[in-house]
C-alpha cells in the first residue's frame, strides 16, 4: 500500500468560464480525495485542479475582447476558481499554466525529453482544430470537412515547420503497460478503447508551434522562434506540483480524473511523455462520460450552458454534488434536467435524509434521555465500489441504510413507546445508525454531514431547521 496519494482533474481552458459538465470533473475528484482523507484516514492527500492558459483557444479568445492574453486568462481563471469554490472542491493547489514555476518545469522537461534524442525537427502538414487543440487525420473529420466535436469551428490547414515528438517509439512500452494493467484504465470499456486504438499505430506528434502562429506558450528551451505545443505544456501540470510536494515518487499512488474526449492524451501521450524524460509513470486514470443538458450537449453556441453559481443558488452546494456524484456521467453521458433535479431533491434530500434527521431528532429531544456517542465503526462494504471510484455506487449503499432507517422508525412507532428503557433501545439504534450515516456522506456532501454530525453527536440532541427545504 503506497503511502501517500496525488488526485488530479483536468485543467480547463480558459477560453470561457467553466460550466456544470466540467465541474463535474471537480466534484468526482473531490469526493475520492474527501473520501482517502476521512474515510482511510490518509493524512499524505494532495488534490490539484487548475486552469490550461494557453494555445489558440485561449489566445481568440483573448483577441475576440480585445483584451491582451494575460489580462483575458487572468480574468476567466479566476471566475473558474470561484465556481469551483461555490462547490466546495478541497483542491490544495489551483495551478495555472502561465505560473512561473510551471513553464519553468515544463520547459526543463521538454529538455529532458531532447537530450534524450526524442524530439526533433520536420515539417508538418495537415488539420488541426483549434476546439480540440489537436491534429486531425482526414478520417477523423465528418462530411463536411469539420471537427466532429467542434462542429461549428473551421478546421485549420497547417504547412509548417515544428519539433516533433517520437511517438512512435512507445508504441510497443505503452502496449504493455496497459495491457499488464501497470497502468490502469477505468472503467474497463475504456481501457479496451485504448488498447484497440494503440493497435492501429501510432503516429510521431508536433510538440510545438511556431510563435508567428501561435503567441500563447512557453517558449521552447531549444528553439525560442518556437513555443511548446499546449498539450505537451498541460499534461505537464501534474508534474509540476507532485514533484515540488514529493508527490512523484514511488511511495505515491497518482490518479488521474479525465473527460472521454482527452483520455488519449492521458493513456498514450503523457506516459511516453514521462518515460521520455525520464519520470514515473501514473497509476491510475478514470475517465468518465459526458454532462448533458435537457437533452442536448452544453455548448456556448446553442446557448445552453449553466453556471455551478447558479445551480449552487438555487438548491445549494451539497444538493448540486449530491445530484452530480449520483445522476452524473461516470461511466455513461448522463442527462441533467430541471424537472430530475427538482424530484431527486424533494424525494432523496428533502425527504429521504432530511425527513429522517428531522424526525430522529425531534424524537430524541422529546425522549429527555441522553444517548452517548459510542465509537463509530464503520462498514468497510459500504465503501466497496470506491475501488472502482464509484461514488454514485456508494451513494446508493448510504441511501439503502437511510430506507432500512426509515423503515425501523416506521416499524417500531418511537413516538408511542411508553416505556422509557424500551424507548431508549430503540432510539440509540437509530441513532447509532445516523450517526454513521452521517460519516458516510462526508465525502460527498462535507457540509451537510458536519451540520448532522454537529446535532447528533452530543449528548443533547435538539431539533433543528431543515436541512433541505423543500421546493
Ligand atoms: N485543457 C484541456 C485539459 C488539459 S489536462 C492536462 C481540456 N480542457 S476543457 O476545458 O476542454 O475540459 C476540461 C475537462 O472537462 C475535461 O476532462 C473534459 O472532458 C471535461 N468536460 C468538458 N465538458 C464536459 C461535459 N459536458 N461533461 C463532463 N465533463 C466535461 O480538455
Given at each position: 500500500m503506497k503511502k501517500k496519494i496525488f488526485i488530479t482533474s483536468a485543467i480547463d481552458y480558459t477560453n470561457d468560464v467553466i460550466h456544470i459538465g466540467h465541474a463535474y470533473e471537480k466534484i468526482l475528484a473531490d469526493s475520492y480525495a474527501r473520501y482517502e482523507k476521512v474515510i482511510n484516514n490518509k493524512k499524505d492527500v494532495l488534490y490539484t485542479t487548475g486552469t490550461d492558459e494557453h494555445g489558440t483557444t485561449n489566445q481568440k479568445a483573448a483577441e475576440e475582447k480585445g483584451l491582451s492574453p494575460k489580462d483575458h486568462v487572468d480574468e476567466i481563471s479566476k471566475k473558474d476558481k470561484e465556481e469551483i469554490d461555490t462547490l466546495n472542491i478541497s483542491y490544495d493547489r489551483f495551478i495555472r499554466t502561465t505560473d512561473e514555476d510551471h513553464i519553468k518545469i515544463a520547459s526543463d522537461f521538454f529538455q529532458k525529453s531532447f537530450d534524450n534524442g526524442d524530439i526533433y525537427k520536420d515539417n508538418y502538414k495537415g488539420f488541426y482544430c483549434e476546439g480540440c487543440e489537436s491534429y486531425k487525420t482526414f478520417?477523423?473529420?465528418?462530411e463536411n470537412k469539420k471537427c466532429k466535436n467542434h462542429p461549428t469551428r473551421e478546421i485549420q490547414e497547417l504547412d509548417e515547420e515544428n519539433y516533433f515528438f517520437k511517438w512512435s517509439k512507445y508504441e510497443d512500452f505503452l502496449k504493455d503497460l496497459i495491457e499488464t494493467n501497470k497502468l490502469i484504465i477505468k472503467p474497463e470499456g475504456k481501457r479496451s478503447e485504448m488498447l484497440a486504438f494503440l493497435k492501429e499505430g501510432l503516429r510521431d506528434i508536433t510538440v510545438t508551434r511556431p510563435k508567428y502562429k501561435v503567441s500563447c506558450g512557453i517558449t521552447a528551451p531549444n528553439d525560442d522562434e518556437q513555443v511548446i505545443y499546449v498539450w505537451f505544456d498541460a499534461l505537464i501540470n501534474y508534474f509540476t506540483e507532485g514533484s515540488q510536494k514529493g508527490y512523484w515518487d514511488e511511495d505515491t499512488k497518482i490518479v488521474h480524473f479525465v473527460g472521454k474526449d482527452i483520455a488519449r492524451w492521458h493513456t498514450l501521450l503523457w506516459p511516453a511523455m514521462l518515460r521520455s524524460a525520464g519520470y514515473r509513470i501514473p497509476d491510475v486514470v478514470y475517465v468518465h462520460g459526458f454532462l448533458n443538458l435537457e437533452g442536448e450537449k452544453i455548448s456556448k453556441s446553442l446557448g445552453n450552458v449553466i453556471r455551478p453559481t447558479e445551480l449552487v443558488e438555487q438548491y445549494g452546494t451539497d444538493a448540486v454534488r449530491y445530484y452530480l456524484l449520483k445522476f452524473g456521467p461516470i461511466v455513461e453521458d448522463s442527462d441533467l434536467s430541471a424537472d430530475h433535479f427538482k424530484e431527486v431533491y424533494n424525494g432523496e434530500l428533502a425527504n429521504g435524509l432530511g425527513n429522517t434527521v428531522a424526525r430522529l431528532a425531534k424524537l430524541a429531544e422529546k425522549s429527555e434521555i441522553e444517548f452517548p456517542v459510542k465509537d463509530i465503526k464503520l462498514d468497510e462494504a459500504v465503501f466497496k465500489p470506491m475501488e472502482d471510484y464509484r461514488s454514485d455506487k456508494v451513494i446508493q449503499n448510504i441511501w439503502s441504510i437511510l430506507s432500512g432507517l426509515d423503515k425501523h422508525i416506521n416499524e417500531n412507532e418511537p413516538w408511542g413507546i411508553k416505556d422509557k428503557k424500551e424507548l431508549e433501545e430503540v432510539l440509540s439504534e437509530e441513532l447509532g445508525v445516523l450517526r454513521k450515516v452521517a460519516k458516510y456522506i462526508e465525502p460527498f456532501m462535507p457540509e451537510t454531514s458536519k451540520k448532522i454530525q454537529k446535532q447528533f453527536d452530543t449528548l443533547d440532541i435538539k431539533a433543528g431547521k431543515p436541512l433541505f427545504p423543500r421546493i
Open positions: 478520417s477523423e473529420l465528418d
